[in-house]
């Protein structure tokens, strides 16, 4: 333990001076790089130079047809008439075409970014989990032995998920959208711990990028509105109430509709912001022992000390909300579902 | 600032790799997995009712025992006061006859007794009559004139009666 200590102050004291190299720390490039998505994946720097691994750039031009190429193509600058925008212009850090007035025109994009190979790799993951889950139950007698190790871990969370949650929530006919709502848990947690990870293939922020958890809300929109019973429906557009609300102007319907879209709204901004805040606050954690490399080892070390402790505790409690939000949304689709089957109640 | 601006590029990744993704576990994953749950719960609820249900059984055997035991002790003290009843009706009725017999012979032998005296009596009757009549034959045939000479006669003729009923008993 007192080896481990002293270790880890020597590695501590090193830092300011490996740091000294660096001339200006720019804080939001660093944040930005993180938390956004890219062409390819940056790992790390080696003497200065980046270490990062190219990814494919797939776009679709309208004066230029298809292009299909290595990320690393465009680090000289124009490659195939494209190039990535630069700082300050609207599509900054995107993939542009030139066009014939010398405005920038933004191709479309279906490149494989950091972000797209993240999701992959995750997805990835949450399949081998879940299918070698599911392949322990073929190969064994689930009534004679009870599954150990991840199998049983994983088991126990679709029990829990799926009685606590999804029974409660959902209703009487809850086996339906089960499938669905463990596959959200699980696509979530695994991509929202895989986010935590620091480095490759980890450390995509993935479930703090809003397309991803938009695609999540239009799934639940659809479950919740594509099974929706009658009664639901006459809630929505002809609900319990005075006439007039109604009736020459549907202010309640109308309102009704919004809800509608703000309950899967609530959900994609719920996860999304609550992601990103995560990834943000502990990349500002570490961005101090960077920040501080200025004010001199003595103030520095310290700091970084603070701040590496600030960053396990921020790391602990992002691992409890990666877990929470995929908690959350589980259970909130779960509700909207439960509320699209409610009967009407005797009167 | 392209935070909150979905980029179209990964949704249609996202919407086709969640949809795979969807596919897969929703087709190959879950089911299996919630089935061998439910039905391992199920075996477990099962086995549980069915253990009570043997508890109850096990109760209601032991109940049953002890109901055959206390019928059969019942039983016993039922024969047991049968049997001792028989018994005394059977020493009883046995007693019964026995005073029955014992008064029969009591009665015959009282009979026969009084048979007897009455033969003995009638005997004595017959012999003091012909005692009598021999003493009248007698006193008859003899004529006697005084008194004194009678008084002797008949202790004579007592004398002789008795010396034959001694000497020679009819």
Redesign the interface.
């Known amino acids: 333990m007192k080896k481990l200590r002293l270790i880890f102050v020597a590695l501590l004291a090193l830092l300011p001076l490996s740091l000294r190299a660096e001339e200006e720390f720019d804080m939001q490039s660093f944040i930005?790089g993180h938390?956004?998505?890219s062409y390819e994946w940056h790992i790390t720097e080696i003497k200065g130079k980046p270490v990062s691994i190219p990814l494919p750039v797939i776009v679709h031009s309208k004066t230029s047809g298809w292009h299909c190429f290595l990320s690393s193509k465009l680090e000289e600058g124009e490659y195939q008439g494209l190039h990535i925008a630069p700082a300050g212009s609207k599509y900054?850090?995107?993939v542009v075409e030139t066009a014939a007035d010398g405005s920038e025109i933004r191709p479309?994009?279906?490149?494989?970014?950091k972000?797209?190979l993240g999701?992959?790799f995750n997805?990835l993951l949450?399949?081998v989990l879940?299918?070698g889950?599911?392949r322990w139950?073929?190969r064994h007698d689930?009534?004679q032995e009870?599954p150990t190790g991840i199998t049983g871990a994983?088991?126990m969370l679709?029990?829990s998920i799926?009685n606590d949650v999804i029974k409660e929530a959902v209703g009487k006919d809850y086996?339906k959208y089960?499938?669905?709502l463990?596959?959200a848990f699980?696509?979530i947690l695994i991509n929202n711990i895989m986010g935590i990870v620091p480095f490759f293939p980890g450390g995509a922020n993935v479930t703090g990028?809003?397309?991803?958890t938009?695609?999540?809300a239009?799934?639940t929109f659809l479950m919740v509105n594509l099974f929706g019973n009658k009664h639901y429906y006459k809630d929505i557009f002809w609900p319990d109430v005075p006439v007039f609300l109604k009736a020459p102007l549907p202010i309640m319907p109308l309102i009704e509709i919004l809800g509608m879209f703000t309950k899967p709204f609530s959900l994609m901004v719920r996860l999304f912001a609550n992601m990103?805040a995560g990834h943000i606050m502990i990349l500002c954690a570490v961005a101090i022992i960077f920040l501080t490399a200025a004010l001199g080892p003595l103030l520095n070390g310290s700091l970084s000390l603070i701040a590496v402790l600030f960053g396990v505790f921020l790391d602990c409690l992002e691992f409890l909300v990666a877990f929470l939000q995929a908690y959350v949304f589980t259970m909130l689709s779960s509700i909207f579902i439960g509320l699209a089957h409610q009967e009407p109640e005797p009167e | 600032m392209s935070l909150i601006t979905p980029d179209s590029g990964l949704i249609i990744w996202m919407t086709l790799i969640f949809g795979i993704v969807f596919f897969l576990l929703a087709r190959f994953g879950f089911p299996m997995i919630s089935g061998s749950v439910k039905a391992r719960s199920e075996k477990i609820s099962e086995s549980l009712r069915q253990a009570d249900e043997a508890r109850a059984q096990l109760a209601s055997i032991a109940q049953e025992q002890q109901k055959m035991m206390e019928e059969a002790r019942r039983e016993q003290a039922a024969l047991l006061r049968e049997a001792s009843e028989a018994r005394d009706a059977m020493i009883a009725e046995a007693k019964a006859q026995a005073g029955a017999e014992a008064e029969k012979i009591i009665a015959d032998a009282r009979e026969r007794i009084a048979s007897e005296r009455e033969n003995a009596m009638r005997d004595i009757r017959r012999q003091v009559a012909i005692l009598s009549m021999d003493v009248a034959e007698k006193v008859l045939r003899k004529d006697l004139s005084d008194d004194q000479e009678q008084i002797q006669l008949i202790d004579r003729l007592l004398d002789e009666i008795s010396e034959r009923k001694t000497g020679n008993p009819s």
């Open positions: 930005f938390i956004g998505d900054e850090g995107k479309f994009d279906l490149s494989i970014t972000n797209v999701l992959m997805s949450v399949v879940i299918l889950c599911a139950y073929r689930a009534l009870a994983v088991e679709v029990a799926t086996e089960a499938p669905y463990l596959t699980f696509f990028n809003i397309a991803v938009l695609v999540l239009v799934f990103l």
